[in-house]
């Protein structure tokens, strides 16, 4: 027999064998059964939007008053986060951000819709609102994410105005930080603001928006974890959402929003999934106590979960009519 043939008969019987044994195991009652489907539980439909940080509280109300509009979830997640774009003070998210090591500003975003459909920009100068070209990626292209000069190039032709804002405060940083121009990869915990926002609509679906300008004096071209999907960001409607908000590299390396999402969607609460989350990233990293990540998250029936590495992290919570400020539990405990 020639060694073909021999090859494809061995292949014949360890395919009958293979399904000898799956019969058999699907009649061992220690095997559960894998079309064993849990049942979904109650859709909490009185609005809600749940976003990182201080700037939260307006990003929420913005949100809000997308919703008041007859906005969607969607809606809701894009004009909440514009509202912290446009807010040049803000040195973590749009054009008042920090710039790189070679002081230009770079912005990265993206967005998710309650259908599982999403849009991403990375590495993109000179836009304002670059969560909302990252929708205009999802709704007018065939692509997920586009980066550097095809993102702006793709936002100008969408019409969106060239920007050439520069923030004073950030490039007096920089000049600053040149003195020593001491790179390292870490996250102060101070030094942060981006704003991830979870927003579910009074049918209950829920979207998502991240938008940042990044790590401070990164490697020019240096992409985090904010315009990454299933990093920073993950939406699945059936499940709930997650964002994160800290060092991208950590989070990345991690897959941290999907990770919490499925979580959630084996059984775990959102701050059980939240909490899970934060303990693979210790569980990767033996420098975990110098940087911070933080997590939220939002299931189908309105639950909210919040948890970081360090103390410090915030979030909003527009629920039940109130728009507040809560401090996040973390690993490390506060002094
Ligand atoms: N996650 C962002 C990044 O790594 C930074 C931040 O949250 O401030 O780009």
């Not at 920007?163 to 942060?192: C, G, R, T």
């Not at 979580?263 to 899970?276: D, K, N, T, V």
Request: charged share 20%; proline share 4%.
């Amino acid at each position: 027999m020639s060694d073909r043939r021999k090859f494809l008969k061995t292949a014949a019987l360890g395919g009958a064998a293979l399904t000898l044994g799956l019969s058999a195991s699907a009649e061992n009652p220690e095997v559960t059964s894998s079309k064993k489907k849990k049942k979904p539980g109650p859709v909490f439909k009185g609005g809600l939007v749940l976003s990182t940080w201080d700037a939260g509280i307006s990003a929420n109300q913005a949100a809000w008053k997308a919703m008041e509009g007859g906005g969607k979830a969607l809606d809701m997640a894009e004009k909440g986060v514009n509202d912290t774009e446009a807010d040049f003070r803000n040195l973590s998210v749009g054009l008042g951000g920090l710039p790189d090591r070679e002081g230009h500003t770079t912005l990265d975003a993206c967005i998710m819709d309650s259908n599982g459909m999403a849009g991403s920009v990375m590495f993109l100068e000179h836009i304002k609102h670059p969560a909302s070209v990252a929708r205009r990626v999802m709704e007018k292209t065939p692509h997920v994410q586009l980066v550097g000069e095809g993102a702006y190039r793709f936002a100008i032709g969408e019409g969106f105005p060239h920007d050439e804002y520069v923030s004073d405060e950030a490039q007096k940083a920089w000049k600053n930080w040149l003195k020593e121009s001491k790179y390292q990869p870490i996250i102060n915990i101070e030094n942060h603001d981006t704003i991830g926002l979870l927003a579910m609509d009074t049918q209950g679906d829920i979207a998502g928006a991240c938008t940042t300008s990044g790590l401070a004096y990164k490697i020019r071209g240096r992409v985090g974890d904010s315009p990454i999907i299933g990093a920073g960001l993950y939406v699945d409607n059936e499940i709930g959402a997650a964002t994160s908000t800290g060092l991208g590299e950590a989070v990345v390396r991690t897959c941290g929003s999907f990770l919490v999402v499925e979580l959630m969607r084996q059984g775990a609460s959102p701050q059980q999934a939240c909490e899970e989350a934060v303990l693979r990233i210790q569980k990767r990293h033996s420098n975990f106590k110098d940087f911070q990540v933080g997590f939220l998250a939002v299931n189908k029936a309105g639950e909210i979960g919040a948890y970081a590495v360090q103390p410090g992290f915030t979030y909003a919570l527009y629920k039940n009519g109130e728009n507040k400020l809560f401090k996040s539990a973390s690993l490390i405990q506060p002094k």
